[in-house]
Each structure stands twice: as structure tokens, then as C-alpha cells.
């Protein structure tokens, strides 16, 4: 199959073009018929798939049928769970809208609103945003939805997790009932299907490849060790494998900084990105990430989520996750766009639970290996991390999956998600608010 049977226009096949796209992905195979049709589609695409490209090439398709009208309402709106991904989709929208006459723009919480609010009132065809600042800017009255013809959400699961339940309902009280609904997510859960059946119109159901399954050009790998032992692991394994594009993971945000600081120490260029830096510090370590500057990306899950780093060679559990899923995501960084990978496990005794799970997710066995000095402790309990000091409170493999919170940071939007907490509340991490 090709893009141009795909019945997009020449405007769009020319940018697809220039992107150096030759076939669309699957996912994209799967979505743009349906859409260019003007149907709902509930997507299942995680980031690496081209799912991007799988809804706003149709989008920009559906927009550029029809005439600007002068005042240039906003007619598509795409709500991303983060400032990175929001990012990230709008330069996608600016590369593929290049040689159509549509606007775009990409609003999010963290920096001035000044230029924001001044290009939308020079007009938008094709809004980005988060939640949090859609909502700012729709009080104050620089925003109206009430001309939304295409709604899209993306990584709709992840909005669920951050708590952004209430901001969607918000949102959608904004705009007119009749419209096109595409919502894209990495999982099905019972609260997808729901979010979905209040959302979508018998919607077409595509899938990109099969939940939960892991890609088979990445090689896993896990590294029994004593938890002392990981900081020094991990520095010998990025030293001596000389390997200068790393993308870490570490349970909790303080984790992040500490393991940073050491690495840095160890003459190992690396920076920490996650909620608690600012948005220029996470743009920054992102640049400089992705031009080779910085070898070693230390990220928490809400942070990486939705970061395109194509061609990513190793990514690194220093910290497993005790949500099974995320473990998923987090190796799917790696192995992408047909390159091959390597996701590598630091696993301390009392992470035993959690490796279990997430071997029964993927189903198989995950290689292991003891390196001699970094044996794992023999003494050590294998009693799952416990809550506080961002550890988690699973007491078995059942409940770690689906009822443990994350970590101490994102047990209060878990629980706005389910409705007990608004939007407002101070316990709500500022980091999610856009
Ligand atoms: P996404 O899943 O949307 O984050 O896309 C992942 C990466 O795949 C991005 O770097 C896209 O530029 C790239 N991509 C999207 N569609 C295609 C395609 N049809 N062929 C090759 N690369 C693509």
C-alpha cells in the first residue's frame, strides 16, 4: 500500500514525501481510511507506531476540503497528556500542514501565555494543547471550541492516569456534540472502553500491533543485583559499553536527580527529566539528548511518556515499575522504526514481584544475568518496595498490577481520575496540571 492510495491529497503526499516516509505503518494503514470517511476510530497505537501521522494526515485532509472562513476558527483540537508530546504532535502538524494553507499552533502549561494568546487571535486552524492551559486560556475567554469538528485524544490511557478525567468531561461540554471523535491509547482498559463509550460513535476499532506483546527486535535483559550495587552497575555498563544514547528510568523523581548527580560525577554526560523541572530544563535536556550532547537520558515514566527519540539503542529499568503496562511503554523506546534494541532490567530482590508480573504480561522468561561484584544480596527480602519514600505498597502480584499506585507521586491524580478529587486540589502534582 501506498500514501498516495490512501486518497490523500498532493498537498500532504508531497510533505509525506519529504519526510522520507515510503509506505504508511500499519496503525496508519489501519486509521486513515476510516477517518478520511469521517468515522469515529478508537485506536490502539503506542508512540513509535506513526500513530501521529495516522490521525493528522486524515485530519489535515478532512480540514483542507473545505474553505478557511476569515475569522479561522479552531476546527481540530488535539489534547496530549504532556508538554513534550504536545510538542512533539505539533511539529509533526507543522511538517505534513507545510504546503496546505492551514494554521497550527500548540498551547501548554510552564511558559508565558503571551505568544500563545496572541497567535490565537491571529487564528488556528489546528490546535495542540494539554488540558490544563486549554482550560486557562478557554476562562479567560481567548479560546472557543464551539466550531471543533475533529477532536482527538491522544494517549488517552495516559490522560486517564495523570487525572485528566475531569479536565476531558470540561472540555467536551465545550464543543459541539456533532463531530468527528479519534482517540488513540497504548492500552485498553475497562477505563478506556468507558472513557471511549462516552466519547466515540460507533466507532471503527484499529489496532496497530497486539496489546501488551513486546517487540520482537528488542532483546531483553535483566541484571540480578544487591540495590547498592545499581548505581555502580549501571555507570560500568554505560562506561565500559561505550554507549552514548541511553534513555534511563527511575521510579521516582528524587531518584532521577540522585542518579544524575552520580553519573555526572562519573564523567558520564547525562540529565534528569521529570515533572519537577522546569519546561526549559526539559526542553533543554531533551536538545541536547537528541543531538548527541547529553549520552544519558534519567526520566520517570509521566516524563518520558510520548518522547520521540527515534532509533533509541538501550533503554535502562534502573528501577522496574510496579505497574506492569509501564514496563511495556518503557521498552518500547528502544527497537524502534525497524532498528534493533536492547531494554536491560536492574532487579534487586525486592523487585522479584514485579518482574514476575511483568513476565507473565509479556509472556516469557527474561534472560538473567549475575555479573561477578555485583552479585544480588542473598539476605536481602524480597518483600515488594514498600509506599513512602516513593516506594510502592504491593503486596502481591494481582494487586501490584492494577490497584498499587505508581508511586507516592502519582497515587493523588489516580484518584482524581476516578472523580474523588477536582482539577483544583492542591494535592494534584503542578507538573499535571497542563
Ligand atoms: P509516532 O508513533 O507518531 O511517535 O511516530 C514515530 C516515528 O515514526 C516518528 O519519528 C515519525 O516521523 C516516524 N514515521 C511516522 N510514519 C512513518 C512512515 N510511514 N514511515 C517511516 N517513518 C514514519
Known sequence: MSFS????????????????????????QKAIPPILEGRDVLASAQTGTGKTAGFTLPLLHILSQKETSRQRPIRALILTPTRELAAQVHENVRSYSEFTDLRSLVIFGGVNQKPQVAALNRGVDVLVATPGRLLDLQNQGVISLKQIEILVLDEADRMLDMGFLRDIERIMALMPVKRQNLMFSATFSKDIKKLANGILRKPVMVEATPENTTVDAISQKVYRVAKDKKTELIIKLISEGNWNQVLVFTRTKHGANKLTKKMVSSDITAAAIHGNKSQGARTKALAGFKSGKISVLVATDIAARGLDIPLLPHVINFELPNISEDYVHRIGRTGRAGASGEAIS???????????????????????????????????????????????????PKKSKSNTPRNSQENSSRKSSRGSESRSTSRRPKSRRD
Open 5 to 28: 492510495s490512501l486518497g490523500l491529497s498532493d498537498a500532504l503526499l508531497k510533505a509525506v514525501s519529504n519526510q522520507g516516509y515510503e509506505t504508511p505503518s500499519p496503525i496508519q
Open 346 to 396: 536492574l532487579v534487586s530482590a525486592d523487585e522479584t514481584t514485579f518482574l514476575r508480573d511483568i513476565e507473565k504480561l509479556v509472556g516469557e522468561r527474561i534472560p538473567v544475568t549475575i555479573l561477578e561484584g555485583f552479585e544480588p544480596d542473598p539476605n536481602a527480602s524480597t518483600q515488594p518496595i514498600k509506599q513512602g519514600q516513593g516506594r510502592s505498597q504491593s503486596s502481591g
